[in-house]
């Protein structure tokens, strides 16, 4: 089993920063690949920013080019969001599984473990 635990929530003006993080414990082993989904209010939750094992990373277009997925050798995970705009508002959630998901990593049923989310607040 593995846990997630997102931190780094807030609210912030557009333009500004967050970096969000996401600590994973237990068997860290079952993370191959980690992802990024955020849920607006009243609408699904969607794909931001994936990364695998082999450092291959996958963005939504959304968010090309202002947002960055990393990971550190502990398999934490973290999400630089830049220039960050009033549609970025949503509940951020981290989520991991043992396969590769390279080919579906925006799909959320493809992952077995998640996180319970935290909030992002962008205002304009």
């Known amino acids: 089993q593995v846990q997630l635990v997102e931190s780094g929530g807030g609210s912030v003006q557009a333009g500004g920063s967050l970096r969000l993080s996401c600590a994973a414990f237990?068997?860290?082993?079952?993370?191959?690949?980690m992802a990024w989904f955020r849920q607006p209010p009243g609408k699904e939750r969607e794909g931001v920013a994936a990364?695998?094992?082999?450092?291959?990373t996958n963005y939504a277009d959304s968010v090309n080019g202002r947002f960055t997925i990393s990971q550190d050798n502990a398999k934490n995970l973290y999400l630089q969001m830049n220039s960050l705009k009033p549609e970025d508002t949503a509940i951020y959630y981290c989520?991991?599984?043992?396969?590769?998901?390279?080919?579906?990593?925006?799909?959320?049923?493809?992952?077995?473990?998640w996180g319970r989310g935290t909030q992002v607040t962008v205002s304009s």
């Open positions: 237990g068997y860290t082993y079952y993370t191959y690949s």
């Open positions: 990364i695998e094992g082999d450092g291959n």
């Open positions: 989520a991991a599984d043992p396969r590769s998901l390279r080919g579906t990593w925006d799909q959320a049923h493809k992952y077995n473990y």
